[in-house]
């Protein structure tokens, strides 16, 4: 099952990891058509079908995706990035770059302003594909719960009043212009200094990108009857002053207690469905009056989602501190 999708994401995954390490031989069409056991047109003609665009333009987007990283984090001079990227010379990156974003490498440094970088795609997304959760194997590890403060931050998002769900969530967006998938995360992906990025620059391009909830009256009404609206988007610092992007709104999080519902790296395809029915489970039972605390249903307060199996399963929850009336 997805036999297909699983090689492709073997091959576009290692197209990243030869563009970070320089590697332009193994980048040639025909090794990697060879390492799949194919010719060259049917390699290319099924990569345009999952991509949406020839083998050479993602290649050069993604090689620009990973230049522009390092033209906004390092003093690294425009020739050296162009030449580390596999661009023959200045002018010909400088071209490349400016088809691509609109502005030179050169005004980009000075004014680094959100563009929708190309970001890796995900032939073999368990999620989309609806085959994770299988139930072939159960999580033995436990949940942890615990309680932080969460200093105040921003957050930068798009959000829907109406889907339920990952899956049904990019469906919505898909059909409103410049709020796809594609283009969302590309122009979160090119925003520096996320809170939550543990390697954006690497080829997790989705570094720091997580789903949220915002308490509000005209949302969804979820499954312990608060009304919801879902989110993706950033965490940024609370004093990011950067360009937003029009199609996305930046609130303030003020400071606050929240609630942690976390579960360690798991296998998505054999664990997902039994870790989701731990933390569900956990969620609701947890006995928040004998801790002191209740869930915080204010409007406008943010529930946060991190679902990434190499790392973790988190839920954050807005909670205060129970007032103890007096005997």
């Given amino acids: 099952m997805c036999e297909w999708e699983k090689k492709m ?19 040639s069409l025909s090794c990697l058509s060879n390492e799949l056991g194919y010719s060259k047109y049917y390699f ?25 990283k390092e033209l906004r984090n390092t003093k690294n001079g425009i020739l050296d990035i162009a030449l580390k990227y596999g661009f023959s010379s200045q002018e010909a990156f400088t071209r490349a770059f400016k088809e691509a974003y609109a502005v030179t490498p050169s005004e980009y440094r000075q004014n680094p302003k959100p563009v929708a970088l190309r970001t890796i795609i995900k032939p073999f997304d368990c999620y989309l594909l609806g085959i994770g959760g299988c139930g072939m194997e159960r999580s033995t590890e436990d949940i942890k719960i615990y309680f932080v403060t969460i200093p105040a931050h921003k957050f930068l998002h798009i ?40 390697g954006g620059s690497e080829a997790n391009s989705g570094s720091g990108q997580i789903m949220a909830y915002i308490n509000e009256p005209t949302g969804r009404i979820c499954s312990w009857g608060i009304p919801l609206a879902e989110c993706y988007g950033v965490r940024l610092p609370a004093d990011y002053s950067g360009d937003v992007p029009s199609q996305m709104l930046l609130i303030d999080v003020p400071e606050a207690e929240y609630i942690v519902f976390e579960h ?64």
Avoid at 281 to 306: E, Q, S, V
Wanted: charged share 35%; aromatic share 16%; glycine share 4%.
């Fill in 9 to 27: 994401q073997r091959i576009i995954d290692r197209i990243d990891l030869c563009i970070k390490k320089n590697d332009d031989e193994d980048l």
């Fill in 44 to 68: 290319s003609r099924k990569f345009k079908e999952i991509s949406g665009m020839q083998f050479r333009d993602y290649l050069r987007y993604r090689r620009l995706a990973f230049a522009l």
């Fill in 159 to 198: 959000k829907n009043f109406e889907s339920i769900g990952y899956w049904d969530f990019w469906q919505k967006q898909n059909l409103i212009p410049e709020q796809d998938c594609k283009t969302i995360c590309g122009l979160l992906d090119s925003i520096e200094g996320k809170l939550d990025d543990m």
């Fill in 264 to 327: 360690g790296p798991f296998d998505f395809e054999k664990e997902n469905c039994s870790v989701e029915e731990k933390i569900e489970t956990a969620m609701k039972t947890f006995d928040y009056a004998a801790a002191g605390y209740c869930l915080d249903t204010t409007p406008g307060r943010i529930f946060y989602f991190y679902h990434d199996p190499e790392w973790f399963w988190k839920f954050v929850r807005p909670v205060r501190k129970e007032k103890v009336s007096p005997r």
